[in-house]
């Protein structure tokens, strides 16, 4: 059965759309770079199997390299998610070189075959929930501006000048983007009602050290507490919120 892919390219970079088969989706505009990154995981939502996000070099156009850091930003969302990176793509070509992109499309559509369908490797419902948590992270301050500071810190370093390698800032994204984000999930969970640390840890697939970590965080800014005991195991819940 043929995967299912959108692909988010400029206009200027496909050919033929009659090159790709049906279960290959267009979403095609001038430039990727403005793309909100909450637009590149909502297929997700629908079962698709891939997403291909195509752009210009950025040493062509300052929108290459925008588009650059929110490749990065995404690539580290979706190995939160807990899928396979592989589901994800990011090549740039140069407008000088015509429309390349649908090459690019085509190895991606084989590299993906192997992969089971997207609801065989993770539930609907976890990952609804998961990118639910996801658009809220990315619709933060935080995140936003931790993608703005990108080039600033590869390029004129931090308050000391040490400049971050392209694997650094990835490490950097995804372990900042990882923490923000689960504390989002947590939240929404526990929002409807009340766990203990192990029900969080398999319901999120975290250590349970880790969770116990974020709640603490998020005790901490008067955003969770302890609500209920039960025997002698604690609760955790939102504040605030009534559940009678």
Do not use: H
Not at 55 to 76: F, N, Y
Not at 211 to 240: A, C, F, H, M, Y
Request: glycine fraction near 8%; aromatic fraction near 8%; include cysteine.
């Amino acid at each position: 059965m043929e995967k299912k892919v959108v692909v988010f390219a400029p206009t200027w970079g496909i050919g033929k759309r009659e090159k790709f088969p049906s279960s290959v989706e267009l979403w095609l505009e001038d430039t990727m770079a403005e793309l909100p990154p909450a637009s590149l995981l909502e297929p997700f939502l629908r079962g698709v199997d891939g997403i291909f996000l195509g752009d210009v070099l950025s040493t062509e156009d300052p929108e290459g390299k925008r588009s650059e850091g929110l490749a990065d930003l995404i690539s580290a969302v979706i190995s939160w998610l807990g899928i396979s990176p592989l589901r994800f793509f990011f090549c740039q070509v140069s407008r000088k070189g015509g429309e390349k992109v649908d090459r690019f499309v085509m190895d991606f559509l084989e590299r993906i075959e192997p992969l089971p369908s997207l609801f065989e490797e993770i539930s609907e419902e976890r990952l609804k929930r998961k990118i639910e948590a996801a658009k809220k992270g990315l619709s933060a301050r935080k995140l936003p501006f931790l993608l703005g500071k990108r080039d600033e810190l590869s390029e004129k370093g931090n308050l000391f000048g040490e400049r971050f390698t392209q694997l650094e800032l990835k490490r950097m994204f995804y372990s900042v983007i990882s923490d923000e984000l689960t504390a989002f999930e947590l939240l929404s969970l526990l929002a409807e009602r009340a766990y203990s640390v192990p029900e969080l840890a398999k319901l999120t697939a975290l250590p349970r050290p880790q969770v116990l970590g974020q709640l603490s965080n998020l005790r901490r800014l008067n955003q969770v507490d302890i609500v209920e005991i039960e025997g002698t195991t604690p609760k955790w819940g939102r504040k605030g919120i009534n559940r009678k």
